[in-house]
């Protein structure tokens, strides 16, 4: 089972599609909420190069935001990252 990491905001509307794709998807993903936690956000930045929430990382890897997640979906990508 893939090591799942998703970087978020409650407010995030983008957050909540992700999540929803992953949750259709039966898999397990550690939420890392950035809300007021300076460090966390910083870590964040750090590691996916970006400042913008959702931040998704399979393994490890960094796979994007939302609509990165969606389209490495379509695309038939996902599946095998999730295995």
Not at 15 to 26: D, G, I, S, V, Y
Not at 29 to 47: F, N
Not at 52 to 76: E, K, N, S
């Amino acid at each position: 089972m893939a090591n799942i990491e998703v970087y978020t905001k409650a407010t995030c509307p983008y957050c909540h599609r992700a999540k929803a794709l992953l949750a259709r998807k039966n898999v397990r993903y550690q939420e890392l909420p950035i809300d007021g936690d300076a460090d966390k956000r910083e870590e964040m930045i750090i590691r996916s190069g970006r400042n913008t929430v959702p931040q998704i990382f399979i393994d490890g890897q960094h796979v994007g935001g939302c609509d990165d997640l969606h389209a490495l979906d379509a695309r038939g990508g996902l599946d095998p990252l999730l295995k």
